[in-house]
């Protein structure tokens, strides 16, 4: 296999690096030298425009105090203005011959020209006269028509107080003259034509008279200039020109103040010198930095060659250790490495240590068959049980599926779960739910025959394999048994925990079923019996598919019926057994579906029950009821409570107490006449987790109700264990107190414990007279139930107070039994 060597590819991304730097740093001094170049042109520019004003001022003063002098040439006395023009005739050709002045006119205060050497003068110097005139002062600037010539304008000032302007045109010759000399760069004055439009350099022609030769210069640069090259940029900045193999700096000086007139002064410098040391200088640069890279690229492959030999050697060794061909690589390891301390490197470094690598290789090699078998053992067990796991279970599922046609029976696959495990880790923490784990593969294994197979799936899921099945009713048998097991609650250390166990069957004597069907069926029969709360167990049937269908349907029903506000409460009095006196409502969740009409609770809260739906219901009540709480107090009914059952599911939610407090403060309830209802099976499933939580509740003023009192573990200890306020009897000790003494008695005796205990007592499900007297005389303080009043719809609440609430009390309509 080709590959490209460790030190080529270290060696191309240094010289990458390098490059980038050296292309930075060469960059950055060729701009620098670009720069200076440009600034040297900048103050070639400057100095040119600031000697052609020194030169004109200066030529332009020297004719304004001539004609300053003039008043005085008179022995002291003013020339009046005869004189001045006298003077001026005769000062014609003195001014001639001395300053080149071509032209001469005298301009009165009312700017009519009062003499003239026989030119007109132009209208373009109006303008420099009257403000000569206005302002008192000389006047200069250049005047362009075929040519250009520098106009000055000097006020004089006459007896009378008139002031007159002598006005003077001198060529520009001696101007150029001058600047040429002071500059040192050839001067030409040019022009463009009349009909130009775009303005561009191309267009000058020349506008001076001229030896052949440097007319043939002056029109050759003209040519080189790039026709890119606008009138403006000359103007501003200068550009460099390449004639005749030659360098020059070219500018254009404008011969105008506000309105352009297409007239120039083009200075041109001879700069190829200065170019060819600028470009020598650029050269240096950039050879210098190329000689680095090269210089760096050289040392560098001379030092990485060594190392990429060693790493070569090593690259060729590496996969002897694969091989577990360990003599031949160390005998070449020998032979690519030093070993001496003076001359050994990196490399050397590493290739001692890949043969220590290659020893313990070795050594390894040696122990890997004894640990195979041990990972082997390992990876089908569980740690913390130390029974089958998942994979050991479904390798023996398969196995048994395959042979079930030719042995007799069947085989039944049981899927466990601990009921409420998670509450254990959360409040007790990871390690009792270990122990946890630990006790109940003990108590579940106690059960099977040795032919059986129990495995830990996980967390508290346990699997239980039951082979050579003859009936469904032995496997009932084995799963009464399993059940009976987690009657007593388990002692860990101090800790007493009441686990409750599901269990979903799964049952085939069909070798056509699959592995993943039986686990399917197990688990949904599973779910199935959670449903019927504490130790259950369920057979698979196919309508369990069904029910897992419809589950999720309403589900989605469930959450339109809440956007539809289809659900409603329906309430139901709470009254004062002995006074008929209304205490309060048990709010009751019920849903009228736009379809089907009234859903029973019954059918949809248990399907509700274990989905993240349910929190949100509960929620939902909460907030309703203590919304109708706020409703009856302002209805004139401020004594009334309100009694709300809590789900385990919201019990165990950590947002309760806060979204309670939210509630009563939004309302402005008082906190007493806040009840939330707990059945037994909620509290005693964690019951140190389940007081801390009431005490939050309570400490907020709230009242806390154990509901269906009896039926759960039914035992009075939970009262001293519980800090509750009310207790409710449940409905199976009413109904049957009246024909059995030993419902009688149970109801009689609670009544009598609570109210020893200072707590309230609730009797439910009141359904006759008899009931009520009864209760009545057992000294039962509160009652509900269809006796009393049938749970009443929320929309329909007010209109059945004024009716049954008169003076306070409670108007009972039945008949049978009188109270």
């Known amino acids: 296999m080709r590959h490209l060597s460790i030190s080529y590819k270290v060696l191309f991304v240094m010289l990458i690096m390098v490059s980038v730097v050296c292309t930075v740093v060469v960059g950055l001094l060729l701009k620098q030298s670009a720069s200076q170049e440009t600034e040297l042109n900048q103050a070639l520019f400057a100095r040119d425009v600031t000697r052609y004003h020194q030169i004109t001022s200066l030529l332009g003063d020297r004719l304004s105090v001539w004609v300053e002098s003039l008043k005085h040439q008179s022995e002291g006395a003013t020339l009046t203005e005869a004189q001045l023009l006298e003077r001026l005739k005769l000062s014609g050709d003195f001014l001639l011959l001395q300053w080149d002045v071509s032209s001469v ?65 001198t060529s520009l010759q001696e101007v ?82 506000n309105s352009a007139n297409g007239h120039y002064v083009m200075f041109v410098h001879d700069i190829d010198d200065r170019k060819r040391t600028f470009q020598i200088q650029k050269l240096i640069i950039f050879l210098g930095g190329l000689g680095l890279v090269l210089t760096f690229v050289m040392s560098m492959f ?131 739910g270990d122990e946890v784990v630990k006790v109940a593969s003990e108590r579940l294994s106690g059960v099977l025959r040795e032919t059986d197979l129990i495995a830990r799936f996980g967390g508290d899921e346990f699997v239980i394999l039951l082979n050579h099945v003859e009936t469904t009713d032995q496997v009932e048998n084995v799963a009464q048994k399993l059940t009976a097991e987690f009657i007593e609650p388990m002692r860990i250390t101090e800790q007493t925990f009441y ?82 006196k209304l205490v309060g409502f048990e709010a009751l969740l019920r ?92 509290l005693v499933a964690d019951t140190e987790r389940a007081v801390e939580t009431i005490h939050q509740i309570r400490s907020l003023g709230c009242q806390i109700a154990v509901d269906d009192f009896g039926t759960g573990y039914s035992s009075l200890t939970y009262l001293r264990t519980i800090p509750s306020d009310i207790i409710k009897i449940d409905r199976s000790f009413i109904n049957g107190m009246m024909e059995t003494d030993s419902d009688r008695n149970i109801v009689d005796s609670t009544i009598s414990m609570v109210r020893n205990m200072g707590q309230q007592v609730i009797a439910e499900g009141i359904e006759t007279g008899d009931q009520l007297n009864q209760l009545r005389n057992m000294q039962c303080q509160y009652g509900q139930g269809y006796f009393i009043s049938k749970p009443i719809e929320q929309h329909v609440l007010w209109q059945v107070l004024k009716s049954q609430v008169v003076n306070g009390r409670w108007v009972l309509l039945q008949t049978n039994g009188s109270p």
């Not at 200069?140 to 004089?156: A, I, N, R």
């Not at 040429?180 to 008279?209: F, G, I």
């Open 499 to 580: 686990i409750t166990i599901s269990i979903g069957i799964a049952f085939t004597a069909d070798a056509k079923s699959s592995t993943l069907e039986m686990m399917r069926q197990a688990d949904t029969a599973m779910y199935e019996a959670k449903l019927q709360r504490g130790s259950s167990y369920r057979f698979f049937d196919s309508t369990m598919n069904q029910k897992v269908v419809r589950q999720v349907e309403l589900e989605s029903e469930a959450r339109i019926a809440i956007k539809e506000q289809q659900f409603f409460l329906a309430l139901q009095p709470q009254i004062s057994l002995e006074t008929l």
């Open 105 to 169: 006119w005298l301009i009165d205060h009312q700017g009519e020209v009062t003499f003239s050497d026989g030119v007109v003068l132009p209208d373009a110097l109006q303008p420099m006269v009257a403000q000569t005139l206005q302002q008192g002062r000389p006047q200069q600037g250049v005047h362009c028509q075929t040519y250009c010539e520098m106009v000055v304008s000097t006020p004089v000032m006459l007896p009378g107080g008139k002031t007159y302007a002598v006005v003077m045109t």
């Open 176 to 257: 150029l003259a001058l600047l040429s000399e002071a500059s040192q760069a050839e001067l030409v004055l040019v022009r463009q034509p009349d009909t130009e439009v775009k303005h561009q350099s191309s267009r000058l022609y020349l506008n001076s008279s001229l030896s052949e030769k440097q007319a043939t210069m002056m029109r050759s640069i003209l040519g080189d200039i790039p026709q890119q090259t606008t009138i403006k940029r000359l103007i501003t900045r200068g550009v460099e020109v390449t004639s005749s193999d030659n360098a020059y700096y070219v500018m254009l000086l404008p011969l105008f103040n």
């Open 302 to 432: 001379v030092l990485l060659r060594r190392y990429a030999q060693k790493l070569n050697a090593l690259s060729n060794m590496l996969p002897l250790l694969a091989q577990q061909r360990f003599d031949e690589f160390k005998e070449q390891n020998k032979r690519s490495f030093f070993r001496n301390q003076w001359l050994s490197d990196e490399l050397d470094v590493l290739g001692s240590a890949a043969e220590e690598l290659a020893e313990k290789l070795e050594t390894l090699d040696r122990q890997m068959s004894v640990n195979t078998a041990k990972l082997e053992k390992m990876a089908m067990f569980d740690n913390l049980t130390g029974l089958p796991n998942r994979n050991m279970m479904t390798f023996q599922l398969n196995k048994l599926l395959a042979s079930v046609n030719r042995e007799k029976g069947g085989i039944a696959l049981m899927f466990i779960d601990l009921d409420n495990f998670k509450k254990v880790n959360d409040s007790h923490g990871h390690h009792f």
């Open 591 to 682: 849903w009228r579906h736009p379809e089907r009409g009234l859903v029973s609770p019954g059918e949809f809260l248990p399907l509700l029950e274990n989905t993240p739906m349910m929190a949100e219901l509960d929620f939902w009540v909460m907030e309703q009821a203590i919304m109708l709480l706020s409703e009856m107090r302002n209805q004139g009914y401020p004594g009334v409570k309100m009694a709300i059952n809590l789900s385990a599911a919201q019990f165990a939610n950590e947002s309760l107490q806060p979204y309670l407090t939210e509630l009563i403060t939004k309302y402005s309830v008082d906190a007493s006449l806040v009840e939330l209802e707990l059945t037994e099976t909620v």
